[in-house]
């Protein structure tokens, strides 16, 4: 398989707090992990790419201070959404390839509401 | 520009019919065009596409890619309930990265 998890599932937040979405894959060692976001009955817009022990690469219009990746080990990389706002509202997902593939394997998606 | 294009953006049938998603793409840097299937949560890979003209199958589900033409078509055949979802097409980079596109709302109505 290519199991990739995402925890929390949903998190509801006030205005101002931080919140940590953990992504691991499960069953592999991924290559690279990388962070969508994606608003209702839209794509998925690519946040960052993260790979293990080395800074994430953040896509153009990211801010990578309001969006904090840490990627410790080959099986976690996690996201931080600083100082939330209302509109940092959104579902939030991961995936990660498994060798040098373009495959990438998805995790079920984390739904942050920020009130 | 790095885009990728599908059509139709959404698409209604009845249970049995056959539909044919289409995904067009700019050609710098390509290596790969994958097809996803997202319900309600995240998406679950369908195929990945390198070479032109080699059409992969996996039940009702076939897919082809046409470098010439730069694009791909998805075709689900006898569709069921259970089909509808977002397709995404996207396209892989030498750099390891997904462009995705706007995606195709398939509804199959019973």
């Known amino acids: 398989g290519a199991v990739v998890s995402q925890h929390p599932s949903r998190v509801i937040c006030k205005s101002g707090t931080s919140v940590k979405i953990e992504c691991r894959s499960l069953d592999f060692q991924a290559t690279t992990m990388f962070w969508y976001r994606q608003f209702p009955k839209q794509s998925l817009m690519l946040m960052a790419t993260s790979n293990e022990g080395s800074k994430a690469t953040y896509e153009q219009g990211v801010e990578k201070d309001k969006f904090l990746i840490n990627h410790a080990s080959l099986t976690l990389s996690t996201l931080t959404v600083t100082s939330a706002h209302p509109e940092d509202s959104s579902f939030y997902i991961c995936s990660a390839t498994r060798g040098l593939t373009d495959t990438q394997y998805f995790g079920p998606g984390t739904r942050l509401t920020v009130l | 520009e790095d885009k990728v294009v599908q059509s139709p953006l959404s698409l209604v049938v009845h249970e049995g019919d056959t539909v044919t998603l289409n995904c067009s793409y700019e050609v710098t840097n390509f290596r790969s065009l994958l097809w996803y299937k997202q319900e309600k949560k995240a998406p679950t890979f369908l195929f990945m596409l390198t070479s032109s003209g080699i059409e992969k199958k996996s039940g009702r589900l076939s897919s082809i890619l046409d470098k010439k033409e730069l694009s791909s078509i998805l075709n689900i055949t006898a569709t069921q309930t259970g089909d509808s979802a977002i397709y995404l097409c996207?396209?892989?980079?030498?750099?390891?990265?997904?462009?995705f596109g706007q995606g195709t709302i398939l509804t199959v109505h019973p």
């Open positions: 996207a396209r892989g980079t030498s750099y390891g990265k997904l462009t």
